[in-house]
């Protein structure tokens, strides 16, 4: 890469080579981004479901290395068991104790196993061109797992030790760019933000989910029937998500994911054939006022029954 | 001395102060070093905001009051022009070099000295300048100006605002305290669960919009719950001077508590080295008789004092009063927690040690605390 910019411009169209979806950045998140590679500091990414947190990384990755981007990239999907260390390595210490009673001389390598921060430090051999890390869903972990992960974070560290082997360091030379994603589901410790820069996705607005929309309606089942009528369809879906969002009772609003599933569906069945959606000049209308397939863009009963009808 | 002035660094502490960002020295300096450096570059206000934005906010709730901060600040400390505000210079123009802030780390000049007097940005750079281009005109340009106000009018927002800024330059954070706030109130969910709903007579709108679309009309109108604690807490809290030290933290327990279970659900009195029946103050110096005794007396009572560890003293009066009156308190059927904030390992040689075995002590940090729950179920 070679201390590239990043533009957001290498992923605007779907790329079939390696089935990657449209990636479409704001300037505000560009900049974050270079914030955040020039203090070598991770970045924290918080914003709605499908406000396109998660994609961020493999799309940054994929400007940065092109075809070769899989091998600079690194996800870890963090859970409500995962411990830091984990990230790391994982040491084998049970094969570990059974080749030592049956006095098998094997490499101390055969028994750990770098995990996906252990890869990105691995990787990033070079100040200009670092391994990019994704660190996904971040509030899934146990409480302690923020800050566990403090002292890997710090741009200090580019090292670290395989404990149960002597004289084993796995060294970096360059700090790997970090991108943490958080649904905001609880709070992190102030230790933990401190070391972070900060960037909210909003929701995306309805120029983009029609990108989105297009590119991925395009890729699964191009029609080009249901593209003539994606706009009203997304127009109808924003509004249905700003009334849910306003709502006090709604149990979870719609997100990107459950607009593409719908779509998905729309362009599989095709109820604009038969009628039971139509375009007119005021908008979308459905027969008998019913929204076709609510069971994929609601999700709680009582979503459903609030929100069936136009 | 007076406080240096640095870009921006009002707005910082204003972060810390009024929106209790919990930023650090490092953070203002990451400012400074993305600014300097010039590789991101600054030529809006939008831009200089969404750094700041990046640097320091970590919480996404507080977004509108940090921009409003932000722009009450800009226009004050760090005086930019644009031209005029409402319109912000196009995106493509070329990148102006900021200042450097460390010119002016010295202590205001006297108004004489030429406070008045305002210097473009582009004089006072130790970094090479952007040539000024013909499309930019000089009214593009970008002027910063630190300590220094712009006519008279400025001189007395400067005053003003000098009348308003904190008294001291050290900020006061809960991050030094031996347990987080977040974590206290933790401590006092126990005591929340226990609230009951109460129907007010404020009417819930949406409740009521929902039922009318769900029936198609209103059989009658949807009232706003409001939750509230049976939960009576008294909190003892000690003034002598030995407490002095820990007058942050009993603060932030009382504070804590009102948090979790509302005003009405506290009340504090005050002692002097003994709780004793006769001798508790509310915060304006009155006398009150003991409420433990009272009708309404209260569910739990907390002690915040160091119960002579502070000093290592036993003074056998102070703790046969101080029994005496715990067992009054115990005896009318009240929980007590006595939370000491000298750590244990100092109890032993004071009046603590004796105290500790009449009622439950526990030294205030996170780890302790987190018994509370437990003590309290177990009631």
Same mark, same amino acid.
């Given at each position: 890469?070679?201390?590239?910019?990043?533009?957001?411009?290498?992923?605007?169209?779907?790329?079939?080579?390696?089935?990657?979806?449209?990636?479409?950045?704001?300037?505000?998140?560009?900049? @974050?981004?270079?914030?955040?590679?020039?203090?070598?500091?991770?970045?924290?990414?918080?914003?709605?479901?499908?406000?396109?947190?998660?994609?961020?990384?493999?799309?940054?990755?994929?400007?940065?290395?092109?075809?070769?981007?899989?091998?600079?990239?690194?996800?870890?999907?963090?859970?409500?068991?995962?411990?830091?260390?984990?990230?790391?390595?994982?040491?084998?210490?049970?094969?570990?104790?059974?080749?030592?009673?049956?006095?098998?001389?094997?490499?101390?390598?055969?028994?750990?196993?770098?995990?996906?921060?252990?890869?990105?430090?691995?990787?990033?051999?070079?100040?200009?061109?670092?391994?990019?890390?994704?660190?996904?869903?971040?509030?899934?972990?146990?409480?302690?797992?923020?800050?566990?992960?403090?002292?890997?974070?710090?741009?200090?560290?580019?090292?670290?030790p395989i404990k149960e082997e002597?004289?084993?360091?796995?060294?970096?030379?360059?700090?790997?760019?970090?991108?943490?994603?958080?649904?905001?589901?609880?709070?992190?410790?102030?230790?933990?933000?401190?070391?972070?820069?900060?960037?909210?996705?909003?929701?995306?607005?309805?120029?983009?989910?029609?990108?989105?929309?297009?590119?991925?309606?395009?890729?699964?089942?191009?029609?080009?029937?249901?593209? @003539?009528?994606?706009?009203?369809?997304?127009?109808?879906?924003?509004?249905?998500?700003?009334?849910?969002?306003?709502?006090?009772?709604?149990?979870?609003?719609?997100?990107?994911?459950?607009?593409?599933?719908?779509?998905?569906?729309?362009?599989?069945?095709?109820?604009?054939?038969?009628?039971?959606?139509?375009?007119?000049?005021?908008?979308?209308?459905?027969?008998?006022?019913?929204?076709?397939?609510?069971?994929?863009?609601?999700?709680?009963?009582?979503?459903?029954?609030?929100?069936?009808?136009? | 001395?007076?406080?240096?002035?640095?870009?921006?660094?009002?707005?910082?502490?204003?972060?810390?102060?009024?929106?209790?960002?919990?930023?650090? $020295?490092? +953070?203002?300096?990451?400012?400074?070093?993305?600014?300097?450096?010039?590789?991101?570059?600054?030529?809006?206000?939008?831009?200089?905001?969404?750094?700041?934005?990046?640097?320091?906010?970590?919480?996404? !709730?507080?977004?509108?009051?940090?921009?409003?901060?932000?722009?009450?600040?800009?226009?004050?400390?760090?005086?930019?022009?644009?031209?005029?505000?409402?319109?912000?210079?196009?995106?493509?123009?070329?990148?102006?070099?900021?200042?450097?802030?460390?010119?002016?780390?010295?202590?205001?000049?006297?108004?004489?000295?030429?406070?008045?007097?305002?210097?473009?940005?582009?004089?006072?750079?130790?970094?090479?300048?952007?040539?000024?281009?013909?499309?930019? !005109?000089?009214?593009?340009?970008?002027?910063? +100006?630190?300590n220094s106000t712009d006519g008279?009018?400025?001189?007395?927002?400067?005053?003003?605002?000098?009348?308003?800024?904190?008294?001291?330059?050290?900020?006061?954070?809960?991050?030094?305290?031996?347990?987080?706030?977040?974590?206290?109130?933790?401590?006092?969910?126990?005591?929340?669960?226990?609230?009951?709903?109460?129907?007010?007579?404020?009417?819930?709108?949406?409740?009521?919009?929902?039922?009318?679309?769900?029936?198609? !009309?209103?059989?009658?109108?949807?009232? +706003?719950?409001?939750?509230?604690?049976?939960?009576?807490?008294?909190?003892?809290?000690?003034?002598?001077?030995?407490?002095?030290?820990?007058?942050?933290?009993?603060?932030?327990?009382?504070d804590s508590l009102h948090e979790?279970?509302?005003?009405?659900?506290?009340?504090?009195?005050?002692?002097?080295?003994?709780?004793?029946?006769?001798?508790?103050?509310? +915060?304006?110096?009155?006398?009150?008789?003991?409420?433990?005794?009272?009708?309404?007396?209260?569910?739990?009572?907390?002690?915040?004092?160091?119960?002579?560890?502070?000093?290592?003293?036993?003074?056998?009066?102070?703790?046969?009063?101080?029994?005496?009156?715990?067992?009054?308190?115990?005896?009318? !059927?009240?929980?007590?927690?006595?939370?000491?904030?000298?750590?244990?390992?100092?109890?032993?040689?004071?009046?603590?040690?004796?105290?500790?075995?009449?009622?439950? $002590?526990?030294?205030?940090?996170?780890?302790?605390?987190?018994?509370?729950?437990?003590?309290?179920?177990?009631?």
């Amino acid at each position: 890469m070679v201390n590239k910019k990043y533009t957001g411009e290498a992923l605007l169209a779907y790329n079939a080579e390696f089935d990657l979806d449209p990636y479409f950045p704001s300037e505000e998140l560009i900049r @974050a981004i270079e914030v955040a590679r020039l203090l070598k500091r991770p970045l924290l990414l918080r914003g709605a479901p499908g406000s396109g947190k998660t994609r961020l990384a493999e799309a940054l990755a994929f400007e940065l290395y092109g075809e070769k981007y899989q091998e600079y990239y690194f996800r870890w999907n963090v859970k409500s068991t995962t411990k830091a260390v984990e990230g790391l390595y994982q040491y084998d210490h049970l094969l570990r104790l059974r080749d030592a009673q049956m006095q098998r001389d094997i490499e101390a390598i055969q028994y750990w196993e770098l995990g996906p921060l252990g890869e990105a430090f691995l990787k990033s051999f070079d100040e200009s061109a670092p391994a990019i890390l994704l660190i996904d869903e971040i509030d899934k972990a146990d409480i302690d797992f923020p800050n566990d992960l403090l002292d890997v974070l710090e741009d200090k560290n580019k090292s670290f030790p395989i404990k149960e082997e002597k004289g084993i360091v796995i060294e970096a030379k360059a700090t790997p760019i970090i991108i943490i994603t958080s649904n905001d589901e609880r709070e992190l410790p102030e230790a933990f933000l401190r070391r972070c820069v900060f960037h909210y996705l909003p929701f995306p607005d309805e120029d983009r989910l029609f990108d989105l929309a297009e590119a991925y309606i395009q890729k699964h089942n191009p029609d080009g029937e249901l593209e @003539a009528m994606l706009r009203p369809l997304i127009k109808y879906f924003k509004q249905k998500y700003e009334t849910m969002e306003a709502s006090k009772t709604t149990d979870k609003i719609v997100s990107t994911s459950e607009l593409l599933d719908w779509l998905r569906v729309i362009s599989f069945y095709k109820p604009y054939k038969s009628g039971e959606i139509k375009v007119t000049d005021e908008g979308l209308e459905f027969k008998d006022g019913k929204v076709p397939y609510p069971e994929v863009l609601f999700k709680s009963h009582d979503d459903w029954k609030s929100n069936k009808g136009k | 001395m007076t406080a240096p002035s640095l870009p921006l660094y009002r707005f910082f502490t204003r972060l810390r102060q009024e929106l209790g960002l919990d930023l650090d $020295m490092q +953070q203002y300096l990451l400012l400074l070093r993305v600014w300097q450096g010039g590789e991101i570059p600054i030529v809006e206000w939008s831009n200089l905001l969404e750094l700041c934005q990046t640097l320091w906010l970590s919480r996404a !709730g507080m977004q509108e009051k940090f921009e409003q901060l932000f722009y009450e600040e800009v226009e004050g400390d760090v005086v930019v022009y644009f031209g005029s505000k409402q319109s912000p210079v196009p995106v493509d123009r070329p990148a102006i070099p900021p200042p450097d802030p460390f010119k002016d780390w010295e202590p205001t000049k006297p108004r004489d000295e030429g406070q008045n007097k305002v210097e473009p940005l582009a004089q006072d750079l130790s970094r090479p300048q952007a040539e000024e281009t013909e499309e930019m !005109g000089p009214e593009a340009s970008i002027f910063v +100006q630190f300590n220094s106000t712009d006519g008279q009018d400025a001189v007395t927002q400067n005053a003003e605002r000098k009348k308003e800024a904190p008294e001291s330059r050290f900020i006061f954070s809960d991050k030094y305290l031996p347990i987080h706030s977040r974590k206290l109130q933790q401590n006092w969910k126990y005591l929340h669960n226990k609230s009951r709903k109460v129907k007010t007579e404020a009417l819930d709108i949406s409740s009521c919009i929902k039922k009318l679309v769900q029936d198609g !009309g209103l059989d009658k109108l949807e009232y +706003q719950f409001l939750s509230i604690s049976d939960q009576r807490v008294l909190v003892l809290i000690d003034s002598s001077h030995s407490m002095v030290a820990f007058e942050q933290l009993a603060e932030q327990l009382v504070d804590s508590l009102h948090e979790s279970l509302g005003e009405e659900a506290i009340s504090v009195l005050y002692f002097n080295n003994v709780p004793q029946a006769e001798y508790l103050y509310h +915060q304006d110096g009155y006398r009150v008789n003991a409420p433990w005794l009272s009708k309404r007396r209260p569910d739990l009572i907390l002690i915040i004092s160091d119960a002579g560890a502070a000093k290592g003293n036993q003074h056998k009066e102070r703790i046969e009063a101080s029994r005496k009156s715990l067992s009054e308190m115990q005896a009318s !059927g009240v929980t007590v927690l006595w939370l000491n904030p000298m750590p244990q390992a100092r109890w032993l040689s004071s009046s603590a040690l004796a105290l500790a075995f009449q009622v439950r $002590m526990l030294e205030i940090n996170d780890l302790e605390l987190k018994q509370i729950p437990a003590i309290l179920k177990r009631v």
